[in-house]
């Protein structure tokens, strides 16, 4: 049988078997009345209801939800093709989106699935810049440092502004501090912003040395 009908028919069979109307209460206190399960994702389902389509994330739905879904999502995983660059764009995205729940899940993915990816290194380099001298250097990336890595994504960003807009001394001055390559890359992703972290880390040390 072709491996893509094969694909298509687990899916649809998966989909209509779900399709009971519930009420579904995120972790968060959001509600979701009288909501059809339309479909299981790998990180989630997709809810039906009167005020129109959403998708409620595993990450922040209560213990039962996750394993009442358990088997459905595990097919759903095992029928998913992404890459870590992809789980990574994901990942990026849901952070410029402010959904650090979901972030954390996704880089935590990457992490445990391709731990020898690019972009797994990248991943725990943003672990070691944001736990830098904390007592707990392991475990699982959490929502909290997916809101500071977000804060620390829009301050590069400025920053970066700042340089292009300063004068001349004052741009020697940054790029003295904090290097030449920070303000050369053009790219605020999180391969650069893993960059630049480390570089505003070393820079802080020096500062306190100096003091």
């Known amino acids: 049988m072709n491996p893509r009908k094969t694909t ?23 509600e979701y009345k009288n909501a059809t399960v339309s479909r299981v994702e ?30 459905a999502a595990q097919l759903a995983r095992a029928l998913d093709t992404k890459t870590p660059a992809d789980l990574m764009k994901q990942a990026e995205s849901a952070l410029q989106g402010n959904n650090f729940a979901y972030t954390a899940a996704l880089f935590n993915q990457i992490t445990e699935e391709y731990p020898a990816s690019p972009q797994a290194k990248t991943v725990r380099e943003l672990y070691s810049f944001l736990r830098d001298k904390q007592a707990r250097q392991d475990g699982p990336f959490t929502a909290i440092e997916a809101q500071r890595l977000r804060s620390v994504m829009d301050a590069i960003v400025s920053i970066k502004r700042n340089h292009r807009t300063a004068r001349p001394q004052k741009r020697a001055a940054m790029e003295t501090l904090l290097g ?5 890359d053009e790219n605020n992703g999180l391969d650069s912003v893993s960059a630049a972290g480390a570089k505003l880390r070393d820079a802080k040390g020096k500062a306190l040395q100096g003091q």
């Open 8 to 30: 298509i028919t687990i899916l649809g069979i998966l989909s209509a078997s779900l399709t009971l109307a519930d009420d579904f209460k995120t972790v968060n206190g959001k």
């Open 42 to 71: 790998p990180d989630g389902v997709v809810l039906k209801s009167k005020s129109g389509i959403s998708k409620v994330y595993f990450v922040e739905s209560p213990k039962d939800v996750q394993e009442r879904f358990h088997d």
């Open 180 to 184: 030449t390559e920070i303000f050369q």
